[in-house]
């Protein structure tokens, strides 16, 4: 059997939106009443970031040799296309 061919009719609602621009984003501005943070808790966050930058500083060194290879390897792709 033949595949049945289906006819769509086009209708005045069916015709694209267009795209609206959207506003800029505007940062809300700082409100004056709210108190600012406790030193214990500004020191506990030192503490926190203290901790986590001797738990994860393998993660750095880590981010710099693959950043080498990288290197190393599109400049031996770059040398190989000259060459050949």
Known sequence: MAQR???RVKREGDRP???RPRPA???PAP???APPPASSTIRQRE???EELRETYAYVLQ???R???VVA???LLLLALGLAL
Do not use: H
Request: charged share 25%.
């Open 66 to 68: 693959m950043a080498l």
């Open 31 to 33: 409100r004056g009443d």
């Open 47 to 49: 503490a926190a970031e």
């Open 17 to 19: 939106v267009p795209a």
């Open 25 to 27: 984003y505007t940062p």
């Open 5 to 7: 061919q289906v006819r």
């Open 72 to 74: 190393l390897i599109f």
């Open 62 to 64: 880590d981010l710099r």
